[in-house]
C-alpha cells in the first residue's frame, strides 16, 4: 500500500512538549483500570501494511505488569479534571482546532480546508466542550464519550493529575492484543467490512464523502462500546486515535524514510486508528499501525488513555 496521508492532518503548530504544573487529583476517583501482567509484549508486525509509518518488525519488549484505562478518558472524566485544576487546553489558547468537515454546523460558515487533507477544516472555537464548534458544549451531551481536541500535552497533564502516565507503544499494543499474541486486531485476525462484520467504530463508504454508519456512529462513539477484548478494554482500534508517551521514530536507514523523519521531528506517537480510518484509504486500525503529531495538535478524532504503574 501506497504510503498515504491517512486520515490526520499535518501539524501546523509550533509543536513543542510542555511541562504544566498540576497538583494532584483531590476530589476525583481515577478511571475504571484493569491490571495487566507483566510479559515479552510483542510490538510491531512481520506483515507490515504501511511500512513507512515503521509498523515492522515484529518484536518482544519486556513490558512490567501496569493498570490501563478501560476506556479512553471520556469527557466527563476530563471535566472533573478541568474544574478541579482549571486546566486550560491547548486548542482553548490556540483558539481552534481541527474538525472533519462532515461535522462541521453550517452556522460556522465557510471554513478553510488543509491542502492535501481537505476533510480537515480549521474551526475557530473549536475545543473539548465545543466539539463542533463554539456554538454548542456537546462534550455535556456526550459524557460517555472519548473526549477529544486534547493535545499531548493536554493528555499528559490529565495523566500526571490522576496519578498516571501515557502508555509505550509495548504497553499499549500489550494491552490491546488481550493475550491473544500475534493478531492484527484485539478481536483476532477477523477482518471489519462495510456490511456485516463491524467490531469497532471506523469508516464504512467512500472516504471522505460518505460514511453509510453502518457500524452505527458517524463520530465518535460512548468509549465503552462495542466489545471488550480478552483483558476487558474496550476500544483500542477505531473511534479515537490515543496518545502515547512515546516519540514517533521511523527506524530505518533508508534515504525516504529519514526525510520523512526530519519532517517529524518532536512528534509523539498516536495507536489505535479513529472512526474516520478505512481500509481503502487508511488502513491503520490494526494493532501495530502507528502515526505521529506534534505534541500540540488537536482534532475531533484524537484522544488518550491512562496507564498506572503497579
Ligand atoms: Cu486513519
Redesign the pocket.
Known amino acids: 500500500m501506497a504510503a498515504k496521508t491517512?486520515?490526520?492532518p499535518p501539524a501546523v503548530r509550533p509543536g513543542v512538549a510542555k511541562e504544566f504544573r498540576i497538583p494532584p487529583a483531590i476530589t476525583a476517583t481515577p478511571p475504571p483500570a484493569i491490571e495487566i501482567p507483566g510479559d515479552e509484549a510483542l510490538v510491531g508486525t512481520r506483515d507490515p501494511v504501511i511500512s513507512d509509518d515503521a509498523e515492522g518488525p515484529l518484536r518482544t519488549k519486556r513490558v512490567a505488569p501496569f493498570r490501563i484505562g478501560e476506556t479512553a478518558v471520556t469527557n466527563a472524566q476530563f471535566a472533573a479534571f478541568v474544574d478541579e485544576t482549571g486546566y486550560v487546553t491547548e486548542a482553548e489558547r490556540f483558539g481552534w482546532s481541527f474538525v472533519f468537515w462532515a461535522q462541521v454546523p453550517k452556522s460556522v460558515g465557510p471554513t478553510q480546508a488543509v491542502r492535501n487533507v481537505t476533510w480537515w477544516r480549521r474551526v475557530d472555537g473549536a475545543d473539548w466542550r465545543h466539539i463542533h464548534g463554539p456554538e454548542r458544549d456537546l462534550a455535556r451531551d456526550r459524557s460517555d464519550h472519548p473526549v477529544v481536541h486534547v493535545s499531548w500535552n493536554d493528555a499528559r497533564a490529565y495523566a500526571k493529575w490522576i496519578g498516571g502516565r501515557l502508555p509505550t507503544e509495548a504497553e499499549w499494543e500489550h494491552a490491546a492484543r488481550g493475550g491473544l499474541g500475534d493478531v492484527r486486531f484485539p478481536w483476532g485476525d477477523e477482518e471489519p467490512d462495510d456490511t456485516g462484520h463491524f467490531p469497532c467504530n471506523i469508516w464504512q463508504g467512500s472516504f471522505p464523502e460518505t460514511n453509510t454508519c453502518a457500524d452505527g456512529y458517524a463520530e465518535t462513539a460512548p468509549a465503552k462500546s462495542y466489545f471488550a477484548n480478552g483483558h476487558g478494554l474496550y476500544n483500542l482500534v477505531g473511534n479515537v486515535w490515543e496518545w502515547t508517551a512515546e516519540p514517533f521514530v521511523i527506524r530505518s536507514q533508508k534515504r525516504a524514510a529519514k526525510a520523512r523523519q526530519a519532517q517529524m521531528k518532536g512528534f509523539k506517537l498516536a495507536k489505535g486508528?479513529?472512526f474516520?480510518?478505512h481500509r481503502s484509504y487508511?488502513y491503520?486500525?490494526r494493532i501495530a499501525a502507528r502515526t505521529g503529531n506534534s505534541p500540540d495538535s488537536t482534532t475531533t478524532h484524537t484522544g488518550f488513555r491512562v496507564v498506572w504503574g503497579l
Open positions: 491517512g486520515c490526520s486508528g479513529s474516520l480510518c487508511c491503520r486500525y
